[in-house]
């Protein structure tokens, strides 16, 4: 496979539920992006790593937890949502080179809590 | 707090006609401009970077930038219906790690 891929594509969960959402990028990136899309409401960026290490946490509740074991994979770690919660959950790598980097998507993950 | 703006539209233009899309943004630090296209229910896809002020070509489509102004531009030459997008501006700050800070999108709508 080519790209940023996201796994599951679409995930229904209650609110006492705990479920992973996985990504992979297949572009040699160092850096990698948990984001948040809501209906009628501008990209949210949650997390970032670069090179395995979290540089940026924007201020996102603790249900959510990120893990990054390496720098291809990225996990997002879900425990008692809430109905808020349901979104499309989108990941992205970049790679900067000379002071220039651009942010490639993968397909996104669409959540639902019940 | 670092903001990009874009009206929301839709803006809707006829086929062949030039559909133009504009976004400001607040940080005079900013060096790095995307434009994304995203089709309903899918994730965005990078159209265009720019990085220097002036313009930027590809295919039918033209960024323009103009960093006194905190201005960015895309021009959509031959609208097609297939155009058909929210196209989402964003914004990297140098200095400020890794965050790419995006605006709520301009909705596009191309009539055949």
């Known amino acids: 496979e080519t790209g940023v891929t996201q796994t599951p594509r679409h995930l229904v969960m209650g609110m006492t539920n705990k479920k992973s959402l996985k990504c992979e990028q297949h572009?040699?990136?160092?850096?990698m992006y948990w984001y948040k899309q809501s209906a009628k409401k501008p990209l949210e960026l949650m997390f970032v790593?670069?090179?395995?290490?979290?540089?940026e946490n924007n201020s996102v509740p603790s249900r959510f937890s990120p893990e990054c074991p390496n720098s291809s994979h990225l996990f997002l770690h879900l425990h008692t949502l809430q109905p808020e919660d349901s979104a499309l959950y989108l990941c992205?790598?970049?790679?900067?080179?000379?002071?220039?980097?651009?942010?490639?998507f993968g397909p996104g993950t669409r959540l639902l809590v019940l | 707090q670092k903001e990009v703006e874009q009206n929301s539209g839709p803006l809707s233009v006829p086929e062949g006609a030039i559909a133009s899309l504009n976004c400001t943004y607040s940080?005079?630090?900013?060096?790095?401009f995307f434009w994304y296209r995203q089709y309903s229910g899918k994730s965005p896809e990078l159209i265009m970077s720019?990085?220097?002020?002036g313009d930027k070509e590809d295919g039918r489509f033209t960024a323009q930038l103009n960093k006194a102004s905190q201005y960015v531009s895309l021009l959509i030459r031959d609208s097609q219906p297939s155009d058909s997008a929210t196209y989402l501006c964003?914004?990297?700050?140098?200095?400020?790690?890794?965050?790419?800070?995006f605006g709520p999108g301009t909705r596009l709508s191309v009539l055949p």
């Open positions: 992205a790598s970049s790679q900067e080179v000379g002071r220039r980097e651009t942010q490639y």
């Open positions: 964003a914004v990297r700050v140098d200095n400020y790690g890794q965050n790419f800070v």
């Open positions: 790593y670069n090179f395995k290490e979290q540089t």
């Open positions: 940080d005079r630090g900013s060096q790095s």
């Open positions: 572009l040699g990136h160092n850096a």
């Open positions: 720019i990085y220097s002020n």
